[in-house]
């Protein structure tokens, strides 16, 4: 199996910063995309972020210009730096990866279990 763990969300103030890390375990044979959704309360999830695995890179238009995303191959992890924070920031992140399981020829996405991001005084 295919293990996703998140880390680096917590309380930040408006016009703040953080960084969340995901880091993919088990067994697999590759990793293809991967990216960030978010939950905000009451409403649906949507998309942040991607990157590929060769480094191409997509974002939702509102957060295009405060985001970035990263990642290192070599471990196994995708990075999301979140600058200039705003209250509708407020979320559970996930991250969400496209993986090609070990002699499985078909790709899967996995998700982790979520991170949340209080941006808030």
């Known amino acids: 199996q295919v293990q996703l763990v998140e880390s680096g969300g917590g309380l930040v103030q408006p016009g703040g910063s953080l960084r969340l890390s995901c880091t993919a375990s088990?067994?697999?044979?590759?990793?293809?995309?991967m990216g960030w959704y978010r939950q905000a309360p009451g409403k649906e999830r949507e998309l942040v972020t991607f990157i590929t695995s060769g480094g191409s890179t997509k974002y939702a238009d509102s957060m295009k210009s405060r985001f970035t995303i990263s990642r290192d191959n070599a471990k196994n992890t995708v990075y999301l730096q979140m600058n200039s924070l705003k209250p509708e920031d407020t979320a559970v992140y996930y991250c969400?990866?496209?993986?090609?399981?070990?002699?499985?020829?078909?790709?899967?996405?996995?998700w982790g279990k979520g991170t949340l991001v209080s941006v808030s005084i």
């Open positions: 969400n990866a496209v993986v090609q399981p070990t002699r499985l020829s078909a790709t899967m996405n996995y």
């Open positions: 088990g067994t697999f044979f590759s990793i293809n995309d």
